[in-house]
């Protein structure tokens, strides 16, 4: 119907239209009351004020560089910053492994955006023609799902157990997919090892490798990427950090890194990192530079300062002393409300910021559902996990929650666990 008053926008602006997220952001604003265990936000007073304040100083008060902050930046971020980003990450890899490799990089490998999500987008849009494909973990973090959608590429999920994607489930897909004349549209596999988001995996260093030999030995008709994204690896809990997929692949012929001080240090100041192959730089630098042909500056000198000082890895610390008390009162609560109630469970994240909570198959947690409008009546809302399952391979559970724990203190998440026990047993 014609309507001259009406914005006549893209199908890719439509498809964008009614992100899950901002719809339970707005049922849980509407009601301060209500609990939400939904929010992806990081913990409000652990944000480093201080820090941030005496590195703002610093950047500004410094003469000609301080006029250097204020200007525009290259595409590709701050060269001091690149430098620091690669050097702590290779420092990690050789410790975490206990062996030293050679990292045969150039530091145009090493890209800066205004947070990882920008990387994600750009990378999506680089790679993908429509119908093209991503393999992904079932359950997978439901942003990238979303551009990838959003470009019109399609995104297959593949089964996972506690460790992440199964390499063999992974292999017969790409078999399946070979088989049926589709191989030349898969792009790249996608995964987030540490504590991923929604699934609260932790992907062994062994799987890492797996999961690269697979896309070495897929590519047989051009490249396919293996897209590490590692927001959470500063926020471990338990155990000791592991190697990258990076230490595999160490000049980066396969492998994309995507990384972000969001998690580990402040998603407002927004400076996310990607360690990119060779052949991908020239691609992905001329799409960033149709966006923004560079990150904010000022952001990357006040991280650079704050990396300079010694100030990230001590409020990383700060940090995962926060989130671990949470992460424990989450666990016990579910483990004293739902621990004895059949067809409930979830896994114990070693780190991150989410618990996946699968419940028993008639109870349809979905954004449609009667589940989540009386556990939103009762006081507390989640993320329903239908919208973290690819459009493809393994199907959507739509009994299944994500719940995070980074934002209310271990008294309201021990509260919100037992009204959403009590909706689930009330739902028997
Ligand atoms: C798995 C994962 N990747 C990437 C991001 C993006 O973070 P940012 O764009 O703030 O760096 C998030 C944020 O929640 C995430 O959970």
Not at 153 to 180: H, V
Not at 238 to 267: M, R, Y
């Amino acid at each position: 119907m014609k309507d001259p008053s009406r914005a006549r926008v893209s199908k890719r602006a439509l498809q964008a239209a009614g992100q899950p997220i901002s719809q339970l952001m707005a049922m849980a604003l509407s009601n301060p009351n209500i609990i939400s265990l939904a929010a992806g936000f990081v913990d409000n007073d652990s944000l480093p004020t201080e820090i941030t304040k005496d590195a703002v100083n610093k950047v500004l008060t410094d003469g000609v560089d301080s006029k250097v902050a204020l200007q525009y930046g290259s595409n590709l971020g701050d060269e001091q910053l690149r430098s620091q980003i690669l050097r702590q990450a290779i420092e990690m890899n050789q410790t975490a492994a206990a062996t030293l490799v050679d990292y045969n990089l150039g530091l145009e490998q090493v890209f800066i955006t205004p947070g990882s999500n920008q990387l994600l987008f750009l990378l999506a849009d680089t790679l993908l023609n429509p119908d093209d494909i991503i393999l992904c973990a079932s359950p997978s973090y439901f942003v990238f799902i979303g551009a990838i959608k959003n470009i019109g590429g399609q995104t297959l999920g593949i089964a996972t157990d506690e460790m992440g994607i199964i390499p063999n489930s992974l292999d017969a897909a790409l078999s399946q997919l070979d088989s049926e004349g589709k191989l030349s549209k898969v792009k790249a596999i996608y995964t987030v090892p540490y504590f991923d988001n929604p699934g609260g995996t932790t992907l062994p260093s062994e799987r890492g490798k797996q999961i690269l030999e697979i896309a070495k030995k897929w590519s047989r008709e051009h490249k396919i990427y293996v897209i590490s994204d590692e927001a959470y690896r500063m926020l471990r809990y338990q155990g000791d950090d592991t190697p990258s997929i990076h230490h595999w692949d160490p000049s980066l012929e396969h492998t994309i890194v995507a990384g972000t001080f969001s998690k580990s240090f402040s998603p407002g100041i927004r400076v996310g990192w990607g360690f990119i192959p060779q052949d991908l730089v020239g691609p992905l630098s001329d799409q960033k530079s149709n966006v923004d042909f560079g990150a904010p500056l000022l952001a990357q000198r006040i991280m650079a300062t704050v990396l300079n000082d010694g100030h990230w890895l001590e409020h990383v610390d700060k940090l995962r002393a926060v989130y671990n008390k949470r992460r424990n009162a989450m666990l016990n609560a579910l483990s004293d409300h739902l621990g004895t109630m059949e067809g409930c469970h979830w896994h114990e994240p070693k780190g991150g910021l989410c618990v996946w909570l699968t419940l028993p198959n008639h109870i349809n947690t979905g954004m449609q559902g009667a589940f989540l409008k009386s556990a939103v009546a009762a006081g507390v809302v989640y993320v329903p996990g239908e919208y973290c399952f690819a459009a493809r391979g393994e199907p959507a559970n739509h009994s299944t929650i994500r719940l995070t724990f980074g934002v209310q203190s271990a008294e309201r998440i021990e509260q919100g666990v037992r009204i959403l026990s009590e909706q689930i047993k009330a739902w028997q």
